[in-house]
C-alpha cells in the first residue's frame, strides 16, 4: 500500500519525504498502546514536529502583527 501512495505522490509531483520505521507495528507511537515502541515513537514525534516547525510557525515574512 505504501508504495501504491507514494507512487501517487510521485506521478502528482508531490514534494513529500516517507520513512519507515522497521519492525513498528500499527499505533506505535501511542504510549498506551500494546505495540508502542519508545524509539521509534521518540525518531517519530522528533520528525513530525521538525515538520510542523517547518511548516506551521511563522516565518518573519509571513507575521502578522
Do not use: C
Request: aromatic letters at 12%; charged letters at 20%.
Amino acid at each position: 500500500m505504501a508504495a501504491r501512495f507514494e507512487s501517487a505522490l510521485d506521478k502528482a509531483g508531490v514534494k513529500y519525504v516517507a520513512e519507515e520505521y522497521a519492525g513498528a507495528a500499527h499505533g506505535w507511537m501511542v504510549p498506551d498502546f500494546p505495540v508502542y515502541d519508545a524509539g521509534s515513537a521518540h525518531r517519530g514525534w522528533q520528525t513530525l514536529t521538525a515538520l510542523f516547525d517547518r511548516i506551521l510557525k511563522p516565518s518573519p515574512e509571513n507575521a502578522t502583527n
